[in-house]
């Protein structure tokens, strides 16, 4: 069985400053893992994903995680962030079945 | 953004009483899921269809059905609604090329609320 952890229910920032979300998964082989953002009162939106070809994915809006399987991490990370990244973001697993697991989310909110 | 609707997007229903939730989408993709959206449980799966009258179940199908009888329509039916299903559903899209599933696509989700 698959599970997706994310270590922060809450993370605040100041506008400018990096963002880091946290991500572990637990898994017997080597998943596909996918970022998802969600603004209020919105749908879920793909921010990237990780398919074994490269551990360094690069998505939409200045967001990258890295796969690192040594640490069973995905963080999720961005330079700089804009008032308009403030959302909750979701890491999923996927499994051998093509079954996601979501991670319980985490809130990003940006200060000005 | 794919080409996905739910209707309606707004319920407020009373204990006991059936509630259909309808997904539809013109992407004409092969699967098609049901999930319902929690504080701090992320999305969970209820119901998934891999095909026109092939659904199965997901980790949290106790007490609701569904029906799918053409490829552009997924439906989510709570026979007797209860308080413990309030929650926001979403329904997603995915298709296939060979062996892969690919990426799954998120309609804009339904906010239900069981009094």
């Known amino acids: 069985a698959q599970s997706v952890t994310q270590l922060d229910s809450h993370v605040s920032v100041s506008e400018g400053t990096p963002v880091l979300l946290r991500c572990n998964y637990s898994s017997s082989y080597s998943p596909s893992l996918f970022w998802y953002v969600q603004h209020p009162n919105k749908g879920l939106q793909l921010l990237l994903k990780?398919?074994?070809?490269?551990?360094l994915v690069k998505g939409i809006n200045g967001f990258e995680a890295e796969f690192k399987k040594s640490e069973t991490s995905f963080h999720l990370t961005k330079p700089s962030a804009h008032m308009s990244d403030a959302a909750e973001y979701f890491c999923v697993g996927e499994d051998a079945g093509n079954m996601l697991t979501f991670g319980g989310g985490t809130r990003l909110m940006v200060k000005p | 953004d794919a080409g996905i609707t739910q209707s309606p997007r707004h319920k407020v229903t009373e204990t006991g009483t059936p509630v259909t939730l309808r997904c539809h989408q013109t992407e004409n993709h092969r699967y098609m899921y049901w999930y319902r959206q929690d504080p701090g449980h992320g999305l969970r799966l209820i119901h998934y269809s891999y095909g026109v009258k092939d659904t199965d179940k997901g980790e949290v199908s106790d007490g609701y059905s569904v029906s799918r009888s053409k490829t552009e329509d997924f439906l989510l039916t709570l026979e007797s609604a209860t308080s413990s299903q309030t929650s926001v559903y979403f329904c997603a899209i995915s298709e296939q090329s060979g062996r892969a599933i690919h990426e799954q696509f998120f309609g804009p989700g339904t906010r239900l609320t069981v009094l």
């Open positions: 990780y398919t074994s070809a490269a551990t």
